[in-house]
């Protein structure tokens, strides 16, 4: 596969996208007056929720967790929350913090997952942006490595993120996840709850607390609980269940 692209400066991928966020990234977002949002999804040890090829990156940015008689594994993901556009833009659709922009920002508009192919169909930019402008895939293989070295820098982020950004959750009273594959549940913290929560101290001082799961139907409930794992039946009060399950 052969790609080449070119920014227009379109403002699109700017627009309606919460943008993952390192840990550092995240204070710094929340400092400038950001809100965040919390996304997670978790498997079970069975494989239950994995695509068994995905199994290694999925265990690398999970962080073991108990759930009813078992043990679950949950993936954490902070986000800018953007409705519109970046609170970030100017006028003229320029980034003010371009310079510190988040690790995401400088990858796009290639994939961080190892598991997703770079989709130009999938992105929003215009057409014009993928005709022009230096290779960026040739023969299959990325060809800028400073690139490279940001998507390893990415990924090694969110695993080293993972146990502190467990404990957030806990201090949050975020307890409920989604089966990966199934879809999402998504929690709008305060921010200041989530700024104090950030702390090191008060991470360092957070033990694990049982995760339950939340499902979007009956079959799967009962997949998850023949592993031991807890599920809820209860209505969200803290957080939206975002279902990925085909309708």
């Known amino acids: 596969m052969n790609t080449q692209f070119s920014c227009v400066g379109c403002g699109k991928c700017c627009t309606d996208h919460h943008v993952p966020l390192t840990l550092d990234e995240a204070r710094q977002w929340a400092a400038d007056g950001g809100s965040i949002i919390v996304l997670v999804e978790g498997f079970l040890g069975t494989g239950l929720g994995l695509v068994a090829q995905q199994r290694e990156h999925a265990q690398r940015r999970s962080c073991q967790v108990p759930s009813g008689a078992t043990e679950a594994f949950v993936a954490i993901t902070f986000a800018a929350f953007n409705v519109g556009p970046c609170r970030n833009l100017d006028e003229d659709k320029l980034c003010r913090i371009y310079q510190r922009r988040p690790l995401v920002c400088r990858i796009y508009p290639m994939e961080i997952n190892p598991h997703i192919a770079l989709a130009p169909s999938a992105k929003d930019c215009p057409s014009e942006a993928w005709e022009q402008g230096p290779q960026l895939i040739l023969g299959g293989e990325l060809q800028d490595p400073e690139l490279a070295a940001l998507i390893q820098r990415s990924r090694q982020a969110d695993r080293d993120d993972i146990h ?84």
């Not at 049982?210 to 592993?227: K, N, R, Y």
């Open 164 to 247: 502190s950004k467990q404990a957030i959750c806990q201090q949050l009273g975020i307890h409920t996840t989604a089966l990966k594959g199934d879809g999402f549940t998504a929690y709008l913290p305060d921010m200041a709850a989530f700024a104090n929560a950030m702390a090191p101290e008060r991470i360092a001082a957070t033990t694990a607390q049982p995760w339950q799961f939340h499902v979007s139907g009956e079959d799967i409930a009962a997949q998850v609980q023949a592993t031991g794992a807890q599920v809820t039946r209860e209505t969200p009060l803290n957080y939206a269940f975002i279902s990925l399950r085909a309708a």
